[in-house]
């Protein structure tokens, strides 16, 4: 796999779990894999983080985050509120480099959007998947909005000239809607391609036995899964 970055289409779409999950499919293959978190916002110092959700679903430990900032903001403004240097995602691209030397793959978890900032300057992890050379898979929201926020997220990596690597939906619900089941054959017809993945909400309280399972059937073979998107559109 490389280096892959997970971002999203916004806050609490999902990311972290969708992490979680390609850690968890990646262990089962018997592989080495880092997991990064360039910035965690909104933890205090000592707290889990999304790092510790990532540790509890799947056992894994070789877990690295870079920097943290207590307020729940964008890196950019955390850091300037808690009077804290920016995170310098130049040197985080050359920590994952390192990282991806003697593994089969680094894992990249994002704050927020693909274009939130991360220092003054206005650097993105859409930046950081340039220095990297890395594909980003995009994890997206399963109800109303959806649509236009994946696209303003896909129309954004295109125009970097970025890796696609397809779209996730993050929390799929258990009972979903007219919004729900109409947007995931807009997804495709966005991004020009069948879903990579759905995992169902609620999918971060499973035990790790459980949650790998959940993640072998939620995610494509790409990723290392079962998931199917035309059976699961004909449901």
Known sequence: MGVLIVSGTGTGVGKTVVTAALTALARARGE??????????????GGPGDLGVVGDLTGH???????????????EAAARA????????????????GLAEDRHS?????????????????T???????????????????????????ALTVEALTARKLRFAGVVVGAWPADP???????????????????????????ARLGP??????????????LGGTFDPAAFLAR
């Open 32 to 45: 080495t894999v880092a997991v990064v978190k360039p910035a965690q916002t909104g933890e205090p110092p």
């Open 124 to 150: 993105t992890i859409a930046d950081l998947a340039g220095m990297l050379d890395a594909p980003v898979l995009v994890v997206a929201e399963a109800g109303l909005g959806t649509l236009n926020h994946t």
């Open 61 to 75: 430990t070789d877990l690295h985050e870079l920097a943290r900032f207590p307020d729940p903001l964008s890196p």
């Open 106 to 122: 680094v894992i990249v978890e994002g704050a927020g959007g693909l274009l939130v900032r991360y220092d003054p300057a206005g």
């Open 209 to 222: 036995d459980a949650f790998r399972e959940v993640a072998a059937r939620g995610l494509e073979p790409a």
């Open 177 to 203: 809607g007219r919004a729900e089941l109409t947007n995931l054959p807009g997804l495709e017809t966005i991004t020009n391609r069948p879903l990579a993945g759905i995992l169902p909400a609620g999918a």
């Open 82 to 97: 808690a009077g804290m240097a920016p995170l310098d995602l130049r040197r985080a691209a050359s920590h994952v480099a």
